[in-house]
């Protein structure tokens, strides 16, 4: 069980981290949201919501009903960036990057699965 503590809030802090610097990052990519077709408002909102959910998981007392909707949120964004990308006609790598993203965050709702609520 140990071993699976351990593996879980390293892909947490992982995934915490990612969400984290793309959202301080993408702060700055005006002209990259809108390439894509999207509104300059959505760019701030959809950032400060990944900010929200990147440290509301890095607390221990966080719900496992919490985390669960943390990581569907962000696997809805990292799909959505995937569709963003292949419908503006962005070459099709970059629609694949989000989707590599999206494996380390399956590892880590498995193991929050696997966890239950005995953490």
């Known amino acids: 069980m140990e071993k699976k503590i351990r593996a879980y809030w390293a892909l947490n802090i992982f995934i915490s981290a990612f969400m984290l610097f793309t959202a301080v990052y993408s702060l700055s ?19 400060v919501m ?3 959910g990147a ?7 966080t719900p496992e009903r919490y985390r669960e909707w943390v ?3 962000f ?14 006609g962005d070459p099709i790598y970059k629609a694949f990057f989000p989707l590599f ?5 399956m590892l880590c709702v498995r193991y929050l699965r696997k966890l239950g609520p005995s953490f």
């Open 29 to 47: 990519m005006k002209e990259a949201f809108r390439a894509l077709g999207f509104p300059d408002y959505f760019r701030i909102q959809l950032n």
């Open 50 to 52: 990944k900010m929200i």
């Open 55 to 61: 440290i509301v998981l890095l607390f221990p007392q």
């Open 71 to 73: 990581y569907a949120g």
């Open 75 to 88: 696997i809805i964004v990292l799909v959505s960036a995937s569709i963003a990308h292949l419908c503006s």
């Open 101 to 105: 993203d999206l494996t380390v965050y």
